[in-house]
């Protein structure tokens, strides 16, 4: 059962990621302004330039998700985090669609904003499940299978070129918001939250489904008894961080985890535009070999990172650690010559070595943070995505 929740999971995150991603490719600078390209790409059609761009590919996203991700980690460690996944899934598939039907950059970015609400709460949720789903010895495993969604998903926003060259970025964004609506009503059926105490013969009441178990709902009457005592909910919150951040561990592995998100961010946003540039000729090609760099690539990196993490150092998170730190560095030459070669072939390589951080550094912090406060320890590392997005806005200036 264990693995039938991952894979829901993973089938629910790379949607996530594709429909996050799936901006990058539907823009192109320094192209004429006809009709045609206006179909085509979303800043002709609405008519913004890189600067605004790197607002939307970046602040417009996290701007909101930093602050909601500290709110989805509190509901995680309190509710039903299946149901808190399904809805969230639902609302961004909602907003990717409300894009499609944008009639200026403001409209754009309000549902970009708007998605970004809406995933901040898949990671905690999402983790958590997986760590109350699996043993200690596959849970670095388990969570590069979830990471991979990244990768995915991200191979699946470059095969939107395909599909924006033949119907358009707006029916683009209409159909990705209609699959994900498909993928929550589904996931409904068979997603389950194993914290959740069962009633009635094995089957989850919908009280229970909505407000979780039983002492949880408890402790939502004893609340509304007492006039929706908030500030004892901010006080439990700020406690919960404050615990999180005074562990010497988590805040080395955050603070490393920040300037890996900058990398990320800052190649993930403007890739696309960059090459573009370089191949102006070869934007199939590109969406084809991309899409492959990206799922192989990332793929194979990330199940590698969490598989050796757990097989070589299975209980020493310290040793677990040194794949993502090895990876890291070794990425930093792959990158430079992936940016001035004359094909992708090294942007391949870069991938392989630096997609391997996620299992290890996130079974690491798991490990470090009492289990109470894990969907809080995840809704943090989510914000580190924030700081991520400081980079693209450098970029585009």
């Not at 993928?183 to 194993?194: I, S, T």
């Not at 090895?326 to 070669?341: E, M, N, Q, R, T």
Request: proline share 4%; charged share 15%.
């Amino acid at each position: 059962m264990s693995w039938v929740v991952l894979f829901l999971l993973l089938g629910i995150n790379v949607h996530n990621q594709w429909t996050r991603a799936m901006v990058y490719y539907l823009v192109s600078f320094k192209i004429p302004k006809t009709e045609d390209n206006a179909n085509k790409y979303m800043n002709i059609d609405l008519n913004f330039e890189e600067e605004q761009y790197s607002i939307l590919a970046s602040f417009g996203f996290t701007a909101l998700y930093t602050f909601c991700s500290l709110i989805a980690g509190r509901a995680s460690d309190k509710g039903n985090r299946a149901f808190i996944v399904l809805v969230a899934a639902a609302g961004w598939s909602l907003a990717t669609a409300g894009q499609g039907i944008s009639r200026s950059f403001e409209q754009v970015l309000a549902f970009r904003s708007l998605m970004g609400v809406s995933q901040a709460f898949t990671n905690p949720p999402a983790y958590g499940l997986i760590a109350s789903s699996f043993p200690e010895s596959q849970i670095a495993t388990a969570n590069s299978v979830f990471a991979s969604a990244v990768y995915i998903g991200g191979a699946l926003a470059s095969l939107s070129i395909l599909a924006d060259q033949q119907v358009g970025w707006r029916m683009t964004c209409l159909g990705s918001g209609a699959l994900g609506c498909l993928l929550a009503a589904g996931g409904a059926f068979f997603l389950r939250d194993p914290r959740m105490k069962r009633e009635d013969g094995g089957q989850l009441n919908e009280q229970t489904m909505l407000l979780g178990s039983r002492e949880e709902q408890e402790e939502v009457e004893e609340a509304a008894s007492s006039s929706f005592n908030f500030q004892k909910q901010m006080r439990e919150g700020l406690e919960a961080i404050k615990g999180v951040l005074s562990i010497p561990s988590v805040q080395v592995l955050f603070a490393a985890s920040a300037v890996r998100f900058c990398a990320g961010y800052g190649i993930g946003v403007w890739k696309a535009p960059l090459y573009r540039e370089l191949f102006p000729s070869s934007e199939s090609e590109f969406s084809v070999a991309n899409a492959f760099v990206i799922s192989c690539g990332g793929v194979l990196s990330s199940l590698l990172g969490g598989v050796l993490a757990d097989r070589l150092a299975p209980h020493d998170y310290g040793k677990k650690l040194l794949i993502p730190a090895v990876g890291s560095i070794l990425a930093v030459p792959f990158w430079i010559g992936a940016c001035k070669a004359d094909s992708i072939s090294l942007l391949f390589l870069e991938y392989i070595v630096a997609e391997c951080w996620f299992g290890p550094t996130l079974a690491a912090l798991f490990k470090s943070v009492p289990r109470e406060i894990q969907g809080t320890a995840q809704g943090l590392f989510s914000v580190l995505g924030a700081i991520g997005n400081i980079m693209p806005v450098v970029i585009g200036r």
